[in-house]
């Protein structure tokens, strides 16, 4: 079964540093694009940032643009998310997922196959 471990979530202040893993069992990795998304309570959710496939296309939401970077470890399986310079709007839960594609990278979250629980990231000011 397909199953993806949001890790490194926690409480940091603002301009402080996370970085968020996401480790993937049950598919083959290197087949699947992944997508990083944060939601806060009532709200929709939003795309952070997702990679191909091998790494080497990469595409980040303007509001997080030279400060997020995503990565990813194929031979772990896990995917990144190094996040820098944090707000106070960057608070939310992150969630990991994955699309099946090398060659497509969505950035909405409807076409994502497979979900994480999610990690709580809180930035205070």
């Known amino acids: 079964q397909v199953q993806l471990v949001e890790s490194g979530g926690g409480l940091v202040q603002a301009g402080g540093s996370l970085r968020l893993s996401c480790a993937a069992s049950?598919?083959?990795?290197?087949?699947?694009?992944m997508g990083w998304f944060r939601q806060a309570p009532g709200k929709e959710r939003e795309f952070v940032a997702a990679?191909?496939?091998?790494?080497?296309?990469?595409f980040y939401a303007d509001s997080v643009k030279g400060r997020f970077t995503i990565s990813r470890d194929n031979r772990e399986s896990t995917v990144y998310l190094q996040m820098n310079s944090l707000k106070p709007e960057d608070t939310d839960v992150y969630y990991c997922?994955?699309?099946?594609?090398?060659?497509?990278?969505?950035?909405?979250?409807?076409?994502?196959?497979?979900w994480g629980q999610g990690t709580q990231v809180t930035v205070s000011s």
């Open positions: 990679i191909s496939w091998g790494g080497a296309r990469t």
């Open positions: 997922a994955a699309y099946p594609s090398r060659v497509t990278i969505p950035t909405t979250a409807s076409e994502y196959d497979y």
């Open positions: 049950g598919l083959t990795f290197s087949s699947y694009a």
